[in-house]
T-cell receptor
Framework: AQSVTQPDIHITVSEGASLELRCNYSYGATPYLFWYVQSPGQGLQLLLKYFSGDTLVQGIKGFEAEFKRSQSSFNLRKPSVHWSDAAEYFCAVGASTQGGSEKLVFGKGTKLTVNP | EAQVTQNPRYLITVTGKKLTVTCSQNMNHEYMSWYRQDPGLGLRQIYYSMNVEVTDKGDVPEGYKVSRKEKRNFPLILESPSPNQTSLYFC????????????FGSGTRLTVV
């Protein structure tokens, strides 16, 4: 079965510092991978996605992620964090089965706190 | 503006009183899905739909119903709500290909007392 693991429940960084959020997935086929961000009281906004091609993908708000098939990872990075990046971040894999079911399988999320 | 619209944003109801959470998308997407988000459990799929009149259960369908009579609308129905259905609900849609991912609504916070 498909699964997504985000090992870090909570991360605190200082404003201006670099950020890396970890994501590992389990999926039999070539995965469709996504990072979403959820600000307090808000819905989920798509940050970036990977489905093929260049393994380093750029997203909105200065985020990027690198797909590493050998490590089953899709880590999210940002070179310099801003206070407005404080939010919860979710990694997800798009899963469709031959039986016809389909869904986004989410990790449990990583809450990011940014210190001034 | 391309979006998924859910209503209401907040709802407090009593046990057993039927309710409907509406969801509408203006992107002509084929796939639509409902998720609930609970602390410690993350986001779990309730139901999904691949097109008009085609729906199927997700991971936690008990106590919920859905319908897809029109492509743009995918309402979530709780016929007899119970306190364990207190949660944050999200509707989402995507086109036929996974390449664009799901677009999510702003969420509906439901409290059942």
């Amino acid at each position: 079965a498909q699964s997504v693991t985000q090992p870090d429940i909570h991360i605190t960084v200082s404003e201006g510092a670099s950020l890396e959020l970890r994501c590992n997935y389990s999926y039999g086929a070539t995965p469709y991978l996504f990072w979403y961000v959820q600000s307090p009281g808000q819905g989920l906004q798509l940050l970036l996605k990977y489905f093929s091609g260049d393994t380093l993908v750029q997203g909105i708000k200065g985020f990027e992620a690198e797909f590493k098939r050998s490590q089953s990872s899709f880590n999210l990075r940002k070179p310099s964090v801003h206070w407005s990046d404080a939010a919860e971040y979710f990694c997800a894999v798009g899963a469709s089965t031959q039986g016809g079911s389909e869904k986004l399988v989410f990790g449990k999320g990583t809450k990011l706190t940014v210190n001034p | 503006e391309a979006q998924v619209t859910q209503n209401p944003r907040y709802l407090i109801t009593v046990t057993g009183k039927k309710l409907t959470v509406t969801c509408s998308q203006n992107m002509n997407h084929e796939y639509m899905s409902w998720y609930r988000q609970d602390p410690g459990l993350g986001l779990r799929q309730i139901y999904y739909s691949m097109n008009v009149e085609v729906t199927d259960k997700g991971d936690v369908p008990e106590g919920y119903k859905v319908s897809r009579k029109e492509k743009r609308n995918f309402p979530l129905i709780l016929e007899s709500p119970s306190p364990n259905q207190t949660s944050l609900y999200f509707c989402a849609s995507r086109p036929y290909t996974w390449n664009y991912g799901y677009t999510f609504g702003s969420g509906t916070r439901l409290t059942v007392v």
